[in-house]
């Protein structure tokens, strides 16, 4: 016996099978092989009701995107301009199309808000 004789893939569950699961959906945008977008859709399921204004709960949320800061896109953070060669290898390792981009600067920065003065006093022989 071959496998394609008993492995069959069916587009309708069986009724021993579907009429135990009440409300179920399939979603055809959403892909099982992308955890992240399915991880997405779940938080939307839970806020759903708040922005719809039924739930009465919150009228303080923030606004919903649906990218996040990065795009949706993979991040990379290195401790200095290394990195760019490490990723372009990578890049042409994998094939993956779309090059890199600076989202942020090249200089660590400290916002205006840090503190930058050492709560640390100078004592003999640790120059300053």
């Not at 893939?9 to 699961?21: C, V």
């Not at 009701?49 to 800061?69: H, Q």
């Not at 993979?74 to 060669?85: A, F, K, L, T, Y």
């Amino acid at each position: 016996m071959r496998a394609r004789e008993f492995i069959t893939e069916q587009r309708e569950l069986p009724p021993e099978q579907a009429d135990p699961l009440r409300y179920t959906y399939v979603i055809p945008g959403l892909s099982a092989s992308d955890p992240y977008n399915n991880y997405r859709f779940g938080v939307a399921m839970a806020r759903a009701r708040s922005d719809a204004g039924t739930d009465g709960l919150n009228d303080k949320l923030p606004a919903w995107s649906t990218e996040t800061a990065f795009g949706e896109h993979g991040v990379v953070v290195g401790m200095n301009s290394s990195i760019e060669q490490v990723i372009d290898q990578a890049l042409a390792m994998t094939d993956t199309l779309g090059g890199k981009e600076l989202v942020s600067t090249a200089e660590s920065q400290e916002p205006n808000f840090v503190d930058t003065t050492s709560p640390v006093k100078a004592f003999k022989g640790y120059p300053r």
